[in-house]
């Protein structure tokens, strides 16, 4: 959600590490320790550390042990974290900034300088807000805490940040890819990449099951590899790759004990996982609003669990027509009909929907109201019309009178999709190939390196032997001589549409469209 603010208004981006964040912490309790092993070894050497510590020990002469009394935490006391949120947040405090009332890691600050927001995870900070209103938060966290501060962000928590587009930040997470690879290397075997790649990570209208008794099971190292591969792929689902959420659902189901078929479907989700590394998440919010709006998409699957006959459900939140936040998980209970699942569904991801609403609204962010909510079963819209409800059961009557209170105060607005176009399906199935492409492309893009782009215009250049004439590389011609690269605003997918192959000398094949062609060289030849 931060990423995305920071996209929609331009804001700029820092990191903070503090250096030995949780030795700061104050300690409430009285808490010693045992001397470390090799602390002293002679009695004459006792008073030189007494006088170093500065602190009164008490020494048994009979069987010579000590202790130490802890002024400040250390790594590894279950108090110590709690301790350095305290010890910062407070520090924050003091010098203008408002504490979290709906995260407590959530901080924020508005002065003369402008609009700042701390995002803290641990001892890593993220900063976003008006440049001005940046400079100052560090320095006045400077004078408090040992930081080290990157101005230019361009990785946080595992994931590789782009924001060198003007209203629009790209995440992506390479290091995933290389450790999942490096990881199942050895079992996926040499020749894995030659294998055509699949269209959807999981089997189509496939459903796991959990181990029955009398089934061959995994070995415990192959249970353990399994483990590190549903691991990894949860880190990519929570982060970057909505589209793989339902594969690696039903894969967790099994972290206890799996069999070969859930081993066969793991090695098929990595194979396109890896096969599809390029895709990530392209935060480009809707400008042209006012107000920030907020959006949530649900769809739930009448009991999808096979096991244990518990629906499943999937949710997405936009926030200006960008995806911020999906999850696909099973119900915890059991419903009788396909309208109470969806409408258990639509409760759970109003809570999701109204913690951001309140998130927004903390640091002065004005939300378009009514939020709207886009679901597929006309009868639990219905539900919300009728003014006592069909719910029999206690838990579906007490959602109902939750969401009405907010459809009746108009923070809420129920509409209809159709399923074809709810995106959320992705989340609780396995589709058809051509479904899935159609959902998986509103949520994950392939990422293009800036690099790799310019790689790609000079490699065009030297296709062009009136471009290059007498000059060694690319670079060296006047045409990039003269900041001609109006290539660069065109992406290269575009050219990659007209031709289908490249050699390391020249275009060898040309697609129909001509006049298309002609029309790119001519913006890279100039007038």
Request: net charge positive.
């Amino acid at each position: 959600t931060v990423l995305t603010l920071a996209a929609l208004y331009d804001w700029d981006l820092a990191i903070l590490d503090v250096e030995t964040a949780f030795l700061y912490g104050d300690l409430k309790e009285d808490i010693y320790m045992d001397l470390p092993v090799g602390f002293f070894s002679l009695d004459e050497n006792i008073s030189r550390v007494t006088d170093i510590l500065k602190n009164k020990f008490e020494m048994k002469q009979a069987n010579r042990k000590m202790c130490l009394k802890l002024n400040h935490a250390l790594y590894g006391l279950v108090q110590a974290a709690r301790s350095w949120w305290l010890k910062f947040v407070n520090a924050l405090v003091n010098v203008g900034f408002e504490r979290g009332e709906v995260d407590p890691c959530l901080i924020y600050r508005k002065n003369e300088y402008g609009i700042l927001i701390l995002i803290l995870y641990v001892d890593d900070c993220l900063l976003t807000g008006d440049t001005l209103a940046i400079e100052s938060g560090i320095n006045d966290i400077k004078k408090m805490f040992n930081v080290t501060v990157t101005k230019k962000v361009e990785e946080y928590l595992g994931c590789r940040i782009d924001t060198s587009r003007k209203g629009e930040i790209t995440v992506h997470q390479p290091h995933i890819y290389k450790h999942l690879k490096d990881k199942f290397q050895d079992v996926l075997g040499m020749k894995w990449q030659e294998e055509k790649k699949k269209s959807t990570p999981s089997t189509p209208n496939f459903r796991l099951m959990r181990v029955k008794e009398g089934e061959a099971v995994l070995s415990p190292q192959e249970q353990t590899l399994y483990r590190c591969g549903v691991g990894i792929l949860l880190y990519l689902v929570k982060q970057t790759r909505p589209d793989l959420a339902n594969a690696t659902r039903e894969l967790s189901r099994a972290m206890d004990v799996a069999n070969y078929v859930h081993w066969k479907e793991l090695l098929r989700v990595i194979k396109y996982t890896l096969k599809s590394q390029e895709k990530g998440i392209v935060l480009k919010p809707n400008r042209n609003q006012a107000k920030i709006s907020l959006k949530l998409v649900v769809d739930a699957e009448f009991a999808g669990d096979k096991d244990t006959r518990k629906s499943i459900m999937g949710r997405v939140i936009y926030l200006n027509n960008t995806p911020i936040g999906w999850n696909s998980k099973g119900q915890g209970s059991v419903t009788l009909s396909s309208t109470k699942a969806e409408y258990v569904l639509m409760s759970e991801g109003m809570k999701d929907l109204m913690f951001i609403e309140m998130c927004l609204t903390y640091i002065k962010m004005k939300v378009d109201l009514p939020m709207v909510v886009l679901i597929d079963n006309i009868g639990a819209m219905e539900m919300l019309d009728s003014k006592t409800g069909q719910c029999k059961t206690k838990h579906i009557d007490t959602r109902f009178h939750w969401i009405k209170q907010y459809v009746d105060e108009n923070k809420v607005k129920v509409n209809y999709v159709k399923s074809e176009n709810n995106v959320a399906d992705i989340l609780m199935k396995n589709l058809q190939p051509k479904l899935f492409e159609k959902h998986a492309n509103k949520l994950v893009t392939n990422i293009v390196n800036e690099s790799k782009q310019m790689n790609d215009v000079g490699f065009f250049v030297r296709c062009n032997t009136r471009l290059m004439g007498k000059a060694k590389t690319w670079r060296d011609t006047d045409w990039a001589k003269e900041e001609r690269l109006q290539l660069l605003a065109e992406p290269m997918g575009e050219i990659r549409k007209y031709t289908s192959s490249y050699t390391g000398y020249g275009i060898t094949k040309w697609y129909p469209d001509r006049a298309r062609l002609r029309q790119l060289r001519k913006r890279v030849q100039g007038p």
